[in-house]
């Protein structure tokens, strides 16, 4: 059986089962960057092209291995070393780049909306590294592998998601992604961090921390925007951590197998601190490591990879 | 000349007869229902047409001086023309900012040359557009402004605006205000809603611009000088100044064709033809603003007409500029709203001639004898596509094209001589 997309762009386009079908795949994926020879031949021959027209260590990195273990042939450009610089619009780069004949465009974008324009335009598979704060559905994807790795089990399980809802893609995505699933999910922020039209998410929301630990069973932290203080969404670092970091004496109010998470990368000593990210409850580095598995089956399923479950 | 047999509509005198118009000399010399008995001269048959005054835009971005690259007062003045409007009113957003006579002159001479309908310029009301210092109102009503306004450049500071007022009274000026709170606007680009957080795009709250037509309201009631809200899209702010109406504040408005046929649902493909200030808003702004409209608490209907280069809006969403064209989707536009929400035709009609020659004060948009022959012929039932190939207008950003529309201008007189036949 084939995967139906070329494409994607967004969690909020897949369906339980396609998420499901994903997950399950991942697991053989992953077992490849185990090995000692950590490639095998199933995209040889195939171009991937990163676009990343913002920092990134982590997803980009985690792309350009997936790619390669495939065998597939990568090329990465940054917007500091790109004509993007120059003044060059983004969709006349997605040209410039698709007469370049590459298989793959994986784009990641500080607007929204880009990534779903350039998968309509381009005959090649276009995945979204993060858009704006629109998606980014291959960092839900390994976090809810994670999840699912870790406790089997996606559905009855309680997640928490920590800090700046309104600017965040990651916790967008990962809403629809745990709610398909049927995990239920709490949104904890000061009110000036949650999004307008909240209500109708379905999920819980909670402007305490506190209340929340003794519930969760995953307790993912989102990263504080710095650059986010000056435009007053609240006081400062210092009274963020206090009410929203998760420190030593929240990790104890935690249930005994809950566990932590963080998409990075980490302030530790604002949202999280040392003795909480290091903890035998963080599963923060094995997020990283499914990150490769994850964006492995991507780039094989919408490179034309047909699906197989073992 | 005489212009034979069609249905004449006058929101002036309301009345609606079949019959035929005189023109002599550039102005009407009567209208004869049920028709002349003798004709002279050149004689237009209008059987089966509408025969309408020329419409009248009090909203309109020309572009000329400085961005020409977007529209000119040539291109604009066409693009009026094909759409039926024979007066329009041009704001002061220009480069260099009509905020002294010499842009004023510069503009209404090149549009005397250059335009087949008037264009009027609208002057600025602090000096760029700052929101600091009263610009030269007096000398520019002397060169021929016919009202002022900081469009797009709100006025934040209550005191200028109230001092804007009563200075402008003083020339016998009106004053069109934008209404948008910038600082509770920060970054926006989209009605604030739910649809803006799916969409990951930064929102325009409807209280942005409801505060600030409290505060104009308010310092219109104080001064007992009266204003005209332009581009009125929420709820709320057609719910305040209808209670302010009520309440004796002289306070006119109007609201844009796009804000009554569209809702923010078309942001979703993330078109940013579907971007403009204020933006589209929700499904129920748009009854309310339907609903004002029918019980008269918006006046005029108005454009917002605002040419931006294919360039400048294939960009991002976030980045791309607000503003559509609509000079030539305004009366189709009014028949959409006509056909599909039952409004009577007289009534929006007097929303596009009447009201906004009131309001600024003009003469025009009326068929009394005696008056300016701006007149419009229009097949009611002439069922077309709006496509890119029939706009004038130098830029092509519309949300309109490939829509369907029943009601098409054939042919635009200004004072009599015909500027626009359709083809």
């Given at each position: 059986?084939?995967?139906?997309?070329?494409?994607?762009?967004?969690?909020?386009?897949?369906?339980?089962?396609?998420?499901?079908?994903?997950?399950?795949?991942?697991?053989?994926?992953?077992?490849?960057?185990?090995?000692?020879?950590?490639?095998?031949?199933?995209?040889?021959?195939?171009?991937?092209?990163?676009?990343?027209?913002?920092?990134?260590?982590?997803?980009?990195?985690?792309?350009?291995?997936?790619?390669?273990?495939?065998?597939?042939?990568?090329?990465?450009?940054?917007?500091?070393?790109?004509?993007?610089?120059?003044?060059?619009?983004?969709?006349?780069?997605?040209?410039?780049?698709?007469?370049?004949?590459?298989?793959?465009?994986?784009?990641?974008?500080?607007?929204?909306?880009?990534?779903?324009?350039?998968?309509?335009?381009?005959?090649?598979?276009?995945?979204?590294?993060?858009?704006?704060?629109?998606?980014?559905?291959?960092?839900?994807?390994?976090?809810?592998?994670?999840?699912?790795?870790?406790?089997?089990?996606?559905?009855?399980?309680?997640?928490?998601?920590?800090?700046?809802?309104?600017?965040?893609?990651?916790?967008?995505?990962?809403?629809?992604?745990?709610?398909?699933?049927?995990?239920?999910?709490?949104?904890?922020?000061?009110?000036?961090?949650?999004?307008?039209?909240?209500?109708?998410?379905?999920?819980?929301?909670?402007?305490?921390?506190?209340?929340?630990?003794?519930?969760?069973?995953?307790?993912?932290?989102?990263?504080?925007?710095?650059?986010?203080?000056?435009?007053?969404?609240?006081?400062?670092?210092?009274?963020?951590?206090?009410?929203?970091?998760?420190?030593?004496?929240?990790?104890?109010?935690?249930?005994?197998?809950?566990?932590?998470?963080?998409?990075?990368?980490?302030?530790?000593?604002?949202?999280?601190?040392?003795?909480?990210?290091?903890?035998?409850?963080?599963?923060?580095?094995?997020?990283?490591?499914?990150?490769?598995?994850?964006?492995?089956?991507?780039?094989?399923?919408?490179?034309?990879?047909?699906?197989?479950?073992? | 000349?005489?212009?034979?047999?069609?249905?004449?509509?006058?929101?002036?005198?309301?009345?609606?007869?079949?019959?035929?118009?005189?023109?002599?000399?550039?102005?009407?010399?009567?209208?004869?229902?049920?028709?002349?008995?003798?004709?002279?001269?050149?004689?237009?048959?209008?059987?089966?047409?509408?025969?309408?005054?020329?419409?009248?835009?009090?909203?309109?971005?020309?572009?000329?001086?400085?961005?020409?690259?977007?529209?000119?007062?040539?291109?604009?003045?066409?693009?009026?023309?094909?759409?039926?409007?024979?007066?329009?009113?041009?704001?002061?957003?220009?480069?260099?900012?009509?905020?002294?006579?010499?842009?004023?002159?510069?503009?209404?001479?090149?549009?005397?040359?250059?335009?087949?309908?008037?264009?009027?310029?609208?002057?600025?009301?602090?000096?760029?557009?700052?929101?600091?210092?009263?610009?030269?109102?007096?000398?520019?009503?002397?060169?021929?402004?016919?009202?002022?306004?900081?469009?797009?450049?709100?006025?934040?500071?209550?005191?200028?605006?109230?001092?804007?007022?009563?200075?402008?009274?003083?020339?016998?000026?009106?004053?069109?205000?934008?209404?948008?709170?910038?600082?509770?606007?920060?970054?926006?680009?989209?009605?604030?809603?739910?649809?803006?957080?799916?969409?990951?795009?930064?929102?325009?709250?409807?209280?942005?611009?409801?505060?600030?037509?409290?505060?104009?309201?308010?310092?219109?009631?104080?001064?007992?000088?009266?204003?005209?809200?332009?581009?009125?899209?929420?709820?709320?702010?057609?719910?305040?100044?209808?209670?302010?109406?009520?309440?004796?504040?002289?306070?006119?408005?109007?609201?844009?064709?796009?804000?009554?046929?569209?809702?923010?649902?078309?942001?979703?493909?993330?078109?940013?033809?579907?971007?403009?200030?204020?933006?589209?808003?929700?499904?129920?702004?748009?009854?309310?603003?339907?609903?004002?409209?029918?019980?008269?608490?918006?006046?005029?209907?108005?454009?917002?007409?605002?040419?931006?280069?294919?360039?400048?809006?294939?960009?991002?969403?976030?980045?791309?500029?607000?503003?559509?064209?609509?000079?030539?989707?305004?009366?189709?536009?009014?028949?959409?709203?006509?056909?599909?929400?039952?409004?009577?035709?007289?009534?929006?009609?007097?929303?596009?001639?009447?009201?906004?020659?009131?309001?600024?004060?003009?003469?025009?948009?009326?068929?009394?004898?005696?008056?300016?022959?701006?007149?419009?012929?229009?097949?009611?039932?002439?069922?077309?596509?709006f496509t890119e190939e029939v706009i004038e207008s130098k830029s092509k950003n519309s949300p309109f094209i490939g829509e369907e529309f029943t009601g098409r201008v054939v042919r635009t007189l200004v004072a009599g001589e015909t500027v626009f036949t359709l083809r």
């Amino acid at each position: 059986m084939s995967w139906p997309y070329k494409d994607l762009i967004a969690i909020q386009d897949l369906k339980a089962d396609e998420i499901n079908t994903i997950l399950d795949m991942t697991a053989s994926f992953k077992e490849i960057s185990r090995r000692d020879i950590k490639k095998v031949p199933a995209l040889r021959g195939k171009t991937v092209v990163l676009l990343f027209y913002e920092p990134s260590t982590r997803t980009r990195l985690s792309f350009e291995l997936a790619a390669k273990r495939l065998s597939a042939d990568t090329t990465a450009l940054s917007a500091s070393g790109s004509s993007f610089s120059k003044g060059e619009t983004i969709m006349d780069a997605a040209y410039n780049v698709m007469a370049m004949a590459p298989d793959c465009i994986v784009i990641r974008y500080p607007y929204a909306g880009i990534p779903r324009k350039m998968a309509e335009l381009l005959p090649c598979s276009v995945i979204n590294a993060g858009d704006g704060y629109h998606e980014h559905p291959t960092q839900a994807l390994l976090d809810m592998y994670s999840m699912k790795e870790h406790f089997g089990r996606i559905e009855g399980l309680k997640v928490a998601i920590v800090g700046d809802i309104m600017h965040s893609r990651v916790a967008r995505s990962n809403v629809y992604g745990l709610r398909k699933l049927g995990a239920q999910v709490v949104l904890v922020a000061p009110k000036t961090l949650l999004p307008p039209g909240i209500e109708t998410w379905d999920v819980e929301v909670s402007t305490k921390l506190d209340p929340v630990l003794p519930e969760a069973d995953v307790v993912m932290m989102l990263r504080v925007q710095r650059e986010r203080l000056h435009q007053q969404f609240f006081s400062g670092e210092r009274e963020y951590s206090f009410f929203y970091g998760l420190n030593r004496a929240r990790v104890e109010k935690m249930k005994p197998d809950a566990v932590i998470m963080h998409p990075g990368p980490m302030n530790r000593g604002v949202e999280i601190t040392h003795d909480a990210a290091d903890s035998a409850r963080s599963i923060i580095l094995d997020q990283v490591e499914n990150g490769v598995a994850i964006r492995m089956t991507l780039l094989y399923l919408s490179l034309g990879g047909s699906i197989n479950v073992d | 000349m005489w212009i034979r047999g069609g249905l004449i509509f006058d929101p002036a005198n309301n009345t609606e007869v079949t019959g035929d118009l005189h023109i002599i000399d550039g102005r009407i010399a009567g209208v004869y229902p049920g028709g002349s008995p003798e004709h002279d001269g050149e004689i237009i048959d209008a059987a089966g047409l509408w025969v309408l005054p020329g419409l009248i835009d009090l909203h309109v971005h020309l572009r000329d001086p400085g961005l020409e690259y977007k529209e000119d007062l040539s291109s604009g003045g066409r693009a009026a023309a094909a759409g039926g409007v024979t007066t329009l009113a041009c704001m002061a957003n220009t480069d260099p900012v009509n905020d002294n006579p010499s842009v004023t002159n510069y503009i209404r001479e090149k549009a005397q040359r250059v335009s087949p309908v008037r264009i009027l310029p609208v002057g600025a009301v602090t000096k760029g557009q700052k929101g600091k210092e009263l610009a030269e109102i007096g000398l520019m009503k002397e060169a021929g402004i016919v009202a002022i306004s900081d469009d797009g450049q709100p006025i934040e500071d209550s005191a200028i605006l109230r001092r804007a007022l009563e200075y402008a009274a003083t020339f016998g000026l009106p004053v069109i205000s934008h209404c948008q709170d910038k600082n509770l606007c920060a970054s926006g680009v989209m009605n604030e809603g739910t649809l803006s957080s799916r969409l990951g795009l930064p929102g325009l709250p409807a209280v942005s611009e409801d505060v600030m037509v409290s505060r104009d309201v308010l310092i219109s009631l104080y001064t007992g000088v009266p204003i005209h809200i332009t581009h009125v899209s929420t709820q709320g702010g057609i719910e305040i100044i209808k209670q302010a109406k009520a309440q004796g504040v002289r306070v006119t408005c109007d609201v844009t064709p796009h804000h009554l046929l569209l809702t923010e649902e078309r942001v979703r493909s993330y078109d940013t033809n579907a971007k403009m200030y204020p933006p589209l808003r929700g499904e129920p702004d748009r009854r309310a603003l339907i609903e004002g409209l029918r019980d008269s608490v918006i006046d005029c209907i108005a454009t917002d007409h605002a040419p931006h280069a294919r360039d400048e809006k294939d960009l991002d969403f976030d980045l791309a500029p607000f503003g559509i064209i609509g000079l030539q989707t305004l009366l189709p536009g009014i028949m959409k709203i006509h056909l599909e929400q039952g409004i009577g035709f007289m009534k929006l009609l007097a929303c596009v001639t009447m009201n906004p020659a009131r309001i600024l004060g003009i003469d025009g948009g009326d068929l009394s004898v005696g008056s300016r022959a701006d007149i419009i012929l229009v097949d009611p039932r002439a069922r077309w596509c709006f496509t890119e190939e029939v706009i004038e207008s130098k830029s092509k950003n519309s949300p309109f094209i490939g829509e369907e529309f029943t009601g098409r201008v054939v042919r635009t007189l200004v004072a009599g001589e015909t500027v626009f036949t359709l083809r």
